[in-house]
């Protein structure tokens, strides 16, 4: 049906194309009124409501280019446009599809992982046996760990997106792209899944990923309009949850890796290890605390403060790293001696957030 619609958008244009023929100009044969059709929808479907600027300039500037240049003028224009050549002779390839809808990585999204990619490997490493310090250890499973952190880092970046900005510009920017789906990791399960890597674990992560994505997005619109309003209001509940979930990435990177090596997760692992992302997110949010207000990410600090005032939000926030302190403590003794050593010695060498709460609260 979308064919058929397509089609009769096509003839419609090719109706257009010839009765706009100036009479004293001869008329293109058959083929290339259609190559002129299909160049003419390859500029409005990339050029939007700029269409009708951007074929006006055509018409007035390019009469005036040099014969000879025009196979040089061609060959620059297909080197610089999206894979799949130029324009008129692959039109889909023009359309710019959102993150979600395709299982790829922008080198924005290369860059954003980096920092996390390298701890991931430092701290991650060491609870599978592997040697972060190992070139083949590490050559041999980064390859997809940063595809699907970077891919993770693309979708994030579009849903910041459609937080709600701070300046007039940055909401012009926003509603260029459409708002990220409840379920954007469709391509990357079915990546997973025909490698054989998508385990019930890692599937699940990815739910609670998106899942985390939704919560950011209701806690930040509540915060922009502020606490005086009925949509200013925040539940306690939902930002606990939206900071457990928080760290999906570095879980879906962990249970990817025990996919790639044939493992079962360790239970005691995993849970000292999500003890360990709650510190560490909370430190990044202390330290990120006036820059998430300024582009209205989340922000834990910033929820307690909204939950609570400026002058209990501090101390109450203070009576939850505690607990959570508590918790890391207690799941840290669970680890065997060798693994708590190397823990410790990576812990206190990065300055990692949660690096002394070892000992329990207070000690970090």
Not at 110 to 124: G, I, K, R, T
Not at 172 to 193: A, V, W
Request: a negative charge; charged letters at 25%.
């Amino acid at each position: 049906m979308e064919e058929l619609r397509a089609l009769q958008r096509k003839n419609s244009l090719m109706i257009s194309l010839g009765e706009s023929w100036q009479d004293d100009t001869p008329v293109p044969n058959a083929e290339e009124q259609n190559l002129i059709a299909e160049s003419l929808l390859a500029v409005v479907r990339a050029f939007g409501g700029d269409a009708l600027r951007s074929i006006s300039l055509l018409r007035k500037h390019l009469p005036m280019l040099k014969e000879e240049t025009l196979p040089r003028i061609a060959h620059a224009a297909a080197d610089a446009c999206v894979p799949g050549g130029l324009p008129g002779t692959n039109p889909p390839a023009m359309q710019l599809k959102e993150p979600w809808q395709t299982c790829s990585v922008t080198i924005d999204g290369v860059d954003s992982a980096q920092s996390a990619l390298e701890d991931f490997v430092s701290s991650y490493f060491m609870f599978h046996g592997l040697d972060s310090e190992s070139h083949r250890d590490v050559l041999r499973y980064l390859p997809m760990l940063s595809f699907v952190e970077s891919h993770i880092y693309d979708l994030d970046q579009a849903n910041e997106d459609h937080l709600l900005p701070s300046t007039t510009e940055e909401a012009h920017t926003c509603k260029s792209r459409s708002p990220l789906p409840n379920d954007p990791f469709g391509p990357l399960r079915e990546l997973l899944r025909q490698r054989r890597l998508l385990s019930t674990s890692l599937e699940q992560e990815l739910l609670d990923g998106a899942r985390f994505w939704a919560l950011e997005r209701k806690l930040c619109a509540a915060l922009a309009a502020g606490p005086e309003t009925a949509e200013g209001r925040i539940e306690k509940s939902d930002v606990e949850e939206a900071l457990r979930l928080k760290s999906f990435d570095y879980r879906a990177m962990n249970l990817l890796l025990y996919s790639m090596r044939g493992e079962e997760p360790t239970k005691s692992h995993m849970q000292f290890l999500a003890t360990s992302e709650v510190l560490v997110e909370l430190g990044d949010d202390l330290a990120d605390y006036f820059e998430d207000v300024e582009k209205n990410s989340f922000n834990v600090y910033r929820c307690f403060l909204a939950l609570y005032g400026s002058d209990d939000g501090p101390r109450e926030l203070a009576k939850f790293i505690e607990a959570a302190e508590s918790r890391y403590a207690a799941s840290f003794q669970d680890l065997d001696q060798p693994l708590k050593d190397k823990w410790l010695q990576r812990a206190f060498a990065s300055c990692r957030h949660g690096a002394g709460s070892e000992r329990g609260p207070g000690c970090g």
